[in-house]
C-alpha cells in the first residue's frame, strides 16, 4: 500500500500544482509541502492563493509556498502565468495539471469552449506546452494530468467542442477527462520520439469528498454515493497525484489510480487503460487540433 509516507525527501524541487486551493489540489500542495519542495500554489484569485499559503503554512513542512495567479479558462490568464513563471524561475521539476470543473451550467471559456473542455483540456495542454521548455531543461522532471474515471464513457466530438450542439454536461465532463488521458499519453509518446528524458503521466484520484459535485443536485449526488458506496477523504484522492509525481516506480504515458472497486477506492496502484484511450489517431488529431487553436507546439 503506497501511503503519503512513501515520499521521498523532496528538498530542491519546484512543483506547481494547478487548483491548488481546494479539495485534491490542496491535499497535494500540502504534502508536498510537509516533503520539503517549492510549490506554487495555481489558483484562480490572489486572494485564494494567500488564502491557501496561510492555510498551509500552519502545518509543519520542511518545503516552501509561493503563489501564482492562474485561470484556466483564459488563455491570456494561462500565458501570463507562464510569462511570469518563466522569468523567475531556473527549473520546474513537477508541473501537477490538477484544476477542474465538472457539469456546470452550460457555460464557455473566454475562446468560446465548452467550460469543461477548455479549463480541464485547452488550459492545460496550452500551461503545459509553455512551461515545457524549461520542464525540458529540469533533470527528471515529470508532468502529471489529473484525468477521472468519467473517461471510460469519454470520446472526443470534434464538431460539438464550442457546444455547437445541445449541452448534456456529463457526456462533455467524460470528453474533457479522455481529452486529459489523450494528453498525457500522446505528450509521452512525442517526448520519446524527440528523445527528451521527461516523464507525462495520468493519474485518476477514485471518488472523493470536494466541491467537485456543487452543481450536481442532492438527489443524483446521493445516488452517485450510493451506487460507488461512499466517497474517500480528498487526502486519500489526492494519493495517485502523488504517486505519479515522486514515485521512482511510474513509467511515462501510464494511468495510475486507487486499484479497489473499479477504481474509486483504494490506494494508487496502475491502471489498466480501456482501448479508446489507446486510440492514437484521435489522440493524434486532438493534439494537431489543440496546437492550432492556442497556437502553443511542443516538445520543441
Ligand atoms: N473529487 C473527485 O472524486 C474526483 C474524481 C475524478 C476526478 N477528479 C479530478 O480531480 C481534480 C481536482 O478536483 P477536486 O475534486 O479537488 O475538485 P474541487 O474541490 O472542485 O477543486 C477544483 C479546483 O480546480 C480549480 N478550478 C476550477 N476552474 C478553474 C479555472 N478556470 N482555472 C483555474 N482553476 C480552476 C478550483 O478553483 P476554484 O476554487 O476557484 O473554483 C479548485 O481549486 C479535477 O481535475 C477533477 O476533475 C476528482
Known amino acids: 500500500m503506497w501511503t503519503k509516507n512513501n515520499i521521498p525527501d523532496q528538498s530542491g524541487k519546484t512543483i506547481i500544482v494547478t487548483g491548488a486551493n481546494a479539495g485534491i489540489g490542496y491535499e497535494t500542495a500540502l504534502t508536498l509541502y510537509e516533503a520539503g519542495a517549492n510549490v506554487i500554489l495555481a489558483c484562480r ?3 485564494k492563493a494567500d488564502e491557501t499559503l496561510n492555510q498551509i ?13 492562474l485561470d484556466l479558462s483564459s488563455l491570456v ?9 518563466l522569468q523567475t524561475h531556473q527549473q520546474l521539476d513537477v508541473l501537477i495539471n490538477n484544476a477542474g470543473v465538472m457539469i456546470p451550467p452550460a457555460s464557455k471559456t473566454t475562446e468560446g469552449w465548452e467550460l469543461q473542455f477548455g479549463v480541464n483540456f485547452i488550459g492545460h495542454f496550452a500551461l503545459t506546452g509553455l512551461l515545457y521548455p524549461l520542464i525540458k531543461s529540469t533533470p527528471d522532471s515529470r508532468i502529471v494530468t489529473v ?3 468519467a473517461y471510460v464513457y ?57 466541491e467537485l459535485a456543487r452543481h450536481m443536485n442532492e438527489e443524483a449526488y446521493n445516488a452517485a454515493v450510493e451506487r ?19 514515485s521512482p516506480e511510474v513509467k511515462g504515458g501510464e494511468l495510475y489510480g486507487p486499484h479497489e472497486e473499479g477504481g474509486y477506492k483504494g490506494y494508487p496502484a496502475q491502471a489498466i487503460l480501456l482501448p479508446h484511450a489507446l486510440d492514437e489517431e484521435v489522440a493524434k488529431k486532438l493534439w494537431n487540433f489543440a496546437e492550432v487553436v492556442t497556437g502553443v507546439s511542443f516538445p520543441a
Do not use: C
Not at 77 to 85: D, T
Not at 172 to 188: F, M, T, V
Not at 235 to 242: H, T, Y
Open 45 to 47: 484569485t490572489q486572494d
Open 57 to 69: 503554512k500552519k502545518h509543519t513542512g520542511k518545503g516552501s509556498l509561493e503563489t501564482g495567479i
Open 77 to 85: 490568464s494561462v500565458k501570463q502565468f507562464a510569462e511570469n513563471f
Open 147 to 149: 484525468s477521472s474515471m
Open 154 to 210: 469519454g470520446k472526443i466530438d470534434f464538431d460539438n467542442l464550442k457546444s455547437e450542439k445541445d449541452y448534456d454536461p456529463m457526456r462533455e465532463y467524460g470528453q474533457s477527462k479522455l481529452a486529459d488521458i489523450y494528453l498525457s499519453l500522446e505528450l509521452q509518446r512525442r517526448i520519446e520520439a524527440v528523445e527528451d528524458v521527461v516523464l507525462s503521466i495520468a493519474a485518476q484520484p477514485g471518488a472523493n469528498k470536494t
Open 228 to 246: 460507488i458506496g461512499g466517497l474517500m477523504d480528498p487526502w486519500q484522492g489526492a494519493l495517485p497525484s502523488l504517486y505519479a509525481a515522486v
